[in-house]
């Protein structure tokens, strides 16, 4: 007797919708298993028996031969084991081929029958929507992240018995249910811009960096609010909305990052990797390829503190993902694109003790503070779209004042729209990812204002593409102040937001 149903795995950054097929016939008993599996394919063969097994199903003494179709495809993971196990049960009577018909199953078994989570279920779950299916039975820890589509059917399964009396119609089970709306609304944050006792300096570049999707370095002495500063800056960030959210839940489902209690991601990232990072966990890669912290912080923030502590290898590796918003990791025969489409921060001390330039407090030599601020090279502080200096704030006890995260954010989505009706049609949305070649045409520039960029090129001896950042900036400045021209006060500002380099690295 033959049965076909469907199963799923992951494969970089994608699932792959596979046929589990099962056949029983005459001859020797053995149980043989043909795909090209990898080992914890190859294991469910295992799991599988003692699992039917211990639920009271004995296997026949015959030849069962269980194909994972298409057969030049490697097959990995332990989501095979609930489709396997459905395969054999209808091919040995215990269920009919339309039952599982139109339905992808999902899970991993115990020795004991239950069903256990497993990676990907909604990143499984699109794919298999994509091409058709409506009904899918997932492991009960899983259910919540695929039940948020709502054109779909999912059921959260606990034991290879319920999968089984379920199918047989033994046992009514409902299709799992979840608000998106209703769980983002519980999932506030409490922290807030005002929060911050001054540094307006400081809060102007970080609007400016959101509202334009500009990278930002701050330097300054410890104690001096960056790191309270970058901890808020989601906050003045557009909610996601589902699609956005629904991009991100697929990609920290296929990490593993998921739980039955955070189900789905409705907060914009905030990823800050300690500084023993490795460059293959910051950018991705690793024996068996996965995604790095730039691409788990698509669509939020990127942050690292202490930027002189991190190894050389692990900040030259961002320079190629910063410019290019992608990360494409090659192996034999294979590759894969990561996005790293995220803000990038990074904050830093202008020396070890963190007092320079104020030579009555730091205790660093000249030849200290060179190398300290040598760690960082120019081609990574050429990424950075701003550079802002903070200096000690005043004596605030107590005291909140300024503006609210909320209006901010505001302005932030005013200026973010704008920006999307210009770029309507382009592969791009925002003025940190304006192309060279786009740039005459969205950010054209008057006499007076290409005599002052000229004049700080040649004074500063900078590079094209730090001078290509000032004008992407100087475009979102305007943007903020609804001028459709790029004035030379906007340009203006734009330079004195990435001048530092001149005070600290000249």
């Not at 054109?151 to 608000?179: C, N, Q, T, W």
């Not at 400081?202 to 500009?214: F, T």
């Not at 940190?432 to 040649?458: S, T, V, W």
Request: proline fraction near 5%.
């Amino acid at each position: 007797m033959f049965c076909s149903v469907y199963g799923a795995d992951i494969s970089g950054m994608e699932a792959r919708m596979i046929r589990v097929e099962a056949d029983v016939n005459d001859g020797l008993p053995v149980f043989d298993m043909v795909g090209y599996l990898a080992s914890a394919v190859k294991e469910a063969r295992e799991r599988v028996r003692i699992a039917l097994r211990n639920i009271g199903i004995r296997f026949p003494a015959k030849r069962i031969t269980v194909n994972l179709s298409p057969a030049n495809l490697r097959k990995e993971g332990t989501s095979f084991d609930l489709p396997i196990a459905i395969s054999l049960l209808t091919t040995f009577g215990y269920l009919s081929d339309d039952l599982t018909d139109q339905t992808l199953l999902i899970g991993e078994l115990g020795l004991d029958g239950s069903i256990r989570e497993v990676k990907g279920v909604l990143a499984m779950i699109l794919e298999g929507r994509r091409q058709g299916l409506k009904k899918f039975l997932v492991p009960k820890g899983n259910a919540s992240e695929g039940a948020v589509l709502t054109d779909v059917e999912v059921y959260g399964i606990s034991s290879m018995g319920e999968a089984l009396a379920f199918l047989r119609g033994e046992k009514r089970i409902s299709p799992v249910h979840f608000s998106f709306e209703a769980y983002r609304r519980a999932r506030k944050t409490e922290l807030d811009f005002s929060d911050i006792c001054g540094q307006e300096g400081l809060k102007r570049a970080a609007e400016i960096a959101v509202s334009g999707r500009h990278n930002l370095l701050m330097i300054g002495p410890p104690g001096s609010g960056k790191t309270m500063v970058a901890r808020r800056i989601p906050t003045i960030m557009p909610e996601l909305d589902l699609e956005e959210s629904l991009e991100l839940t697929r990609l920290y489902s296929i990490c593993g990052l998921l739980s039955e209690e955070e189900p789905i991601v409705t907060e914009r990232p905030f990823r800050t990797p300690h500084h023993t990072v490795t460059a293959t966990a910051l950018t991705g890669g690793g024996r068996i390829p996965m995604p790095g912290e730039i691409t788990l912080a698509a669509k939020g923030i990127l942050f690292l503190d202490e930027l002189p502590e991190f190894s050389r290898a692990a900040l030259e590796v961002l320079r190629q993902p910063l410019e290019e918003h992608k990360v494409t990791v090659a192996r034999v025969g294979r590759s894969f694109e990561y996005p790293a489409d995220c803000i990038f921060l990074a904050a830093m001390n202008p020396c070890r003790c963190g007092f320079y330039p104020n030579r009555e407090k730091c205790r660093c030599t000249e030849g200290d503070i060179h190398r300290y601020l040598a760690r960082i090279s120019e081609p990574l502080l050429d990424r950075m779209d701003l550079c802002v200096e903070t200096g000690l704030p005043e004596f605030h006890l107590y005291q909140r004042e300024g503006e609210t995260s909320e209006e901010i954010r505001r302005r932030v989505q005013h200026t973010l729209a704008i920006q999307k009706r210009r770029y309507r049609g382009e592969t791009f949305s925002y003025n940190g990812e304006l192309p060279g070649k786009e740039m005459e045409k969205y950010c054209p520039l008057g006499k007076a204002q290409k005599e002052y960029l000229k004049e700080f090129f040649q004074e500063e001896d900078c590079s094209m593409r730090r001078l290509s950042k000032i004008i992407r900036v100087a475009r979102t400045i305007a943007d903020m102040e609804q001028s459709v021209e790029i004035t030379e006060e906007h340009i203006t500002e734009a330079v004195c937001l990435r001048s530092i380099n001149k005070k600290y690295w000249g």
